[in-house]
């Protein structure tokens, strides 16, 4: 099955960008998936990437693909006090099932 | 818009007492999911769904059973409640089959506390 790993905190400057990691094992994934997490609340999908894709943008979120690295990133430009949460990064894990990176804690900074 | 509902934000529960955690979904998805969130340990699938009265182990089954009656409903049981399930249970769904992506939709979470 599928493992994924993040690191688990992140601090940033209000208006600085913020990237947050991702490493997965399993490359048969068709779409890898971002989802964010405010406190006290369930997740919420950001965005996701097709799999023969190598960047994909949407308004502040830019994910990348490395397929030959198995790595994942998203970058969220002009980072914003309201995008302090809890990043986590998704690879398929076989029969509709999701495998979950352990989170990525975002701490924007004033 | 995709909306799944869980039916208590907070509960608290004595050891041993039973408990049931339901979810309701509203977009006719065929599957439903039930995980548990701890820090440091991020998601870990306890049980999943893939129709009606079909029901899989996830990751960590021990200690919890499901009961999936109707397509939009999908229901957590703890037999007897012990401390060591104290936890966020989140529910989340998604389309099935003739979906071609799996992103699935999540409930608000139950903060369960056993004392």
């Known amino acids: 099955g599928e493992d994924v790993e993040q690191s688990l905190f992140l601090s940033v400057r209000e208006g600085d960008s913020s990237v947050i990691n991702c490493t997965y094992t399993?490359?048969?994934?068709?779409?890898l998936y971002w989802y964010k997490q405010e406190p006290g609340a369930g997740l919420q999908l950001l965005t996701y990437?097709?799999?023969?894709?190598d960047m994909k943008q949407d308004q502040r979120l830019t994910v990348l693909l490395n397929k030959k690295d198995k790595h994942l990133s998203l970058r969220i430009a002009d980072t914003q006090t309201g995008d302090s949460a809890i990043y986590f990064c998704?690879?398929?894990?076989?029969?509709?099932?999701?495998?979950f990176g352990t989170g990525t804690q975002l701490k924007v900074e004033l | 818009d995709v909306k799944v509902t869980q039916s208590s934000r907070y509960l608290v529960k004595r050891t041993g007492e039973k408990v049931f955690l339901e979810c309701v979904q509203d977009?006719?998805?065929?599957?439903m999911f039930w995980y548990r969130q701890d820090p440091g340990l991020g998601l870990r699938l306890i049980y999943f769904s893939y129709d009606v009265k079909m029901k899989e182990k996830g990751d960590i089954p021990e200690g919890y059973s499901v009961s999936r009656e109707k397509k939009e409903r999908f229901s957590l049981i703890l037999e007897s409640a012990s401390t060591n399930q104290t936890s966020m249970y989140l529910c989340?769904?998604?389309?099935?089959?003739?979906?071609?992506?799996?992103?699935?939709?999540f409930g608000p979470g139950t903060r369960l506390t056993v004392t």
């Open positions: 990437i097709f799999s023969n894709m």
């Open positions: 989340a769904s998604s389309g099935g089959q003739y979906h071609t992506t799996y992103e699935q939709y």
């Open positions: 399993d490359s048969s994934s068709t779409y």
């Open positions: 998704s690879g398929e894990g076989g029969g509709n099932k999701l495998t």
């Open positions: 977009m006719d998805h065929e599957n």
